[in-house]
Every structure is written in C-alpha cells, then in structure tokens.
C-alpha cells in the first residue's frame, strides 16, 4: 500500500473511484500494454465487496470480442498509469474462462466461478 | 447470510449484480418505504471495497435534491424487495452529511468522510 503514500503535489489520497467512472477504464500488462477496458464490475450484493472485473477486449490475439471475468484480486490498479494491471500472458488470456458479447454468463452458478478462480488461483470471494 | 439459503424456485444463488445495474437501485427503510435511489458507488480502488452509496433524493422532506454518501456498512440488500434497505429516521436523514446536485464532494479529504462514518456509527473501511 506504499503507492497511497507517493502521491505526488499534496496531501490528498483520492482511493475512491465512482462505479460510473470504472466502466472504461484500461487494463494494462505491467510492461504498459492496453490488453482491453473494464466493461463492469461485478459486486457481491450482500458482502459489498467487487469479486470480478469484467475484461473486454477485441481484436487481440485473433480471440473475436470476448468478456473475461477476472477475479478482483488479481487485478492491481496504477495509480501512475489510471489503469488496472494485470499480469497475463498472450496463452493465459487465449485460454481464460471467458463468454461473447451477446451472451450472458451464469453469474447464478458457482461451479462456474469455482473454475475462474481456480484458473486465476485466487481465494474465493465468498465464504471466509 | 441466511438469506441466500431461501431462495425460492431453484437452487441459484444469484448474489452478484453488475455495477452498471447497481445504480437506480431503490433504497427503502424496513417498511418497505422508499426514500431514494442509489446514484453511484463509491468503490476503493486499492482494496475492491464499495464504501459508500451514494443515495440521491429529493423532494423529499423539504429537503431539495441532494446527495447522501452513505457507508456501504449501513446498508442491507434486500432480496425480497430488490433494494437496498437503511434505517433512518427524518430527522437522521435532515441532519446526514449531504452535497447539492451540482457539488462536487471531496473524496479526498479524509476529515469528511471521518465525519460521515462517526455520523452512521459505523467502522471505517479502510485500513483494518
């Protein structure tokens, strides 16, 4: 959490980002390369915390436009860059548990996310 | 957490909503009356925790259109009626740290939203 710390011109730490204003945003590999934008997050209703951001990206790696979601905490945000960072390699992204546009993801079945989060090998969000 | 095990119809458990659907979400008191509706969350960038709701409301008790951050730690979902719920009286509200329409609040300074969080009674989110 040094990042809070190195904020540079003044004393004000903006950690707090609108929900409207994440829709959009760039995620990026650490090296700076825009692999796509956060469509939506995804937010458990009960405990408040985001579990998902979903990734949409296009036209990369000849993949078609898809939708990833991506455990929250595998994402990291840059506060340098604005942008979420994410570390996945060209394989990683072809392989990851993602739909197409017009679909809808099972967001109700939890074998489902059972398989993102063993993919990304992140602890679940639920339970603990 | 009860709540997700009397769902009725089916064995999914649908807990997770997107951000883009969070917001217009009615907000009611217990009695099912509904005070507003959520504008936006608040989302800490660094921990994926939602702060705060922002509650829009007006016309309400003679109060104008305004704004009221509310810890996200105040609110329930209620999943019979599809909103979320908070407990708060008139007067609770009339006297609830609040900005105008077109105010921009500043998420930055700390001081606020220490007061925000000592007015509701409620831990802050960040750290610990």
């Known amino acids: 959490m040094e990042v809070q710390t190195i904020q540079p011109g003044g004393p004000k730490i903006h950690t707090l980002i609108a929900s409207d204003r994440v829709e959009g945003t760039p995620v990026r590999r650490p090296s700076g390369e825009k692999i796509g934008t956060v469509q939506r997050l995804m937010i458990d209703k009960l405990s408040g915390n985001v579990a998902y951001a979903v990734l949409k990206f296009g036209g990369f790696l000849g993949m078609g436009q898809k939708h990833l979601p ?29 739909y197409e546009t017009d679909e809808e993801f099972d967001w109700g079945d939890r074998s489902q996310e059972i398989v993102i989060h063993r993919y990304y090998r992140v602890p679940h ?3 603990i």
Request: glycine share 4%; hydrophobic share 40%; net charge negative.
């Open 70 to 98: 991506i455990p929250w905490a595998r994402l990291k945000y840059d506060l340098a860059q604005e942008a979420y960072q994410v570390d996945l390699s060209d394989d990683e992204l072809s392989r990851a548990p993602a």
């Open 125 to 127: 969000y639920w339970g």
